[in-house]
Antibody
Framework: QVQLQESGPGLVKPSETLSLTCSVS????????WSWIRQSPGKGLEWIGY???????KYNPSVQSRVSLSMDTSKNQFSLKLISVTAADSGVYYC????????????WGRGKGVSVSS | SYGLTQPTSVSVSPGRTATITCSGD??????TFWYQQKEGQSPVQVIY???KRPSGIPERFSGSSSGNTATLTISGIQASDEADYYC?????????FGGGTKLTVL
């Protein structure tokens, strides 16, 4: 059974860069699409973007100018970088694996809480 | 921009049937997925491609979709079904979630 685990700083200063990594076990990152999804405190879910081992990426227009996703298949990991963060970027960040379609999120990590504060 | 609308809350007594709707323009023409999120946990997919259940999801969970509305139905409600439920679809290469429905078991 595939498992995903997010890691990275839990506290980021305003205007700085949020960086998270998702480590995948029990499956290869060489197939499927891999996404980041966030959830603001007390609010719903927002898809951030996906990355594929082919190098293909797609981002939500709401963050497109500030986000980049990358993948390291040798480490079975993929990463998120979000620049120029504000308090509105605080929340729980989940990594997830797509299924038959990239927009079917079959497996999720446990989530990483990130607070943007000085 | 495309949006998905869910009721904020639904309450149901144990053993009864809960119905959660998700509305969006021509939603029936694209796949809808449903996720269950219990307090303090990550979401779990309970329905994919409108009406299919992933392995391990009880038969009590079912889905349908037609026109502008997708529906998640949970029969024989149990206390353990109390959670937030999110519908999800996609539009122009962007995945979209509904605002979520809090299911309360009375």
């Amino acid at each position: 059974q595939v498992q995903l685990q997010e890691s990275g700083p839990g506290l980021v200063k305003p205007s700085e860069t949020l960086s998270l990594t998702c480590s995948v076990s029990g499956g290869s990152t060489n197939i499927y699409y891999w996404s980041w999804i966030r959830q603001s405190p007390g609010k719903g879910l927002e898809w951030i973007g996906y990355v594929h081992n082919s190098g293909s990426t797609k981002y939500n227009p709401s963050v497109q100018s500030r986000v980049s996703l990358s993948m390291d298949t040798s480490k079975n990991q993929f990463s998120l970088k979000l620049i120029s963060v504000t308090a509105a970027d605080s929340g729980v960040y989940y990594c997830a694996r797509g299924g038959m379609y990239w927009y079917s999120f079959e497996h999720w990590g446990r989530g990483k809480g990130v607070s943007v504060s000085s | 921009s495309y949006g998905l609308t869910q009721p904020t809350s639904v309450s149901v007594s144990p053993g009864r049937t809960a119905t959660i709707t998700c509305s969006g323009d021509n939603l029936g023409q694209r796949y809808t997925f449903w996720y269950q999120q219990k307090e303090g946990q990550s979401p779990v997919q309970v329905i994919y491609e409108d009406n299919k259940r992933p392995s391990g999801i009880p038969e009590r969970f079912s889905g349908s979709s037609s026109g502008n509305t997708a529906t998640l139905t949970i029969s024989g409600i149990q206390a353990s079904d109390e959670a937030d439920y999110y519908c999800q679809s996609w539009d122009i290469d962007t995945a979209l979630f509904g605002g979520g429905t809090k299911l309360t078991v009375l």
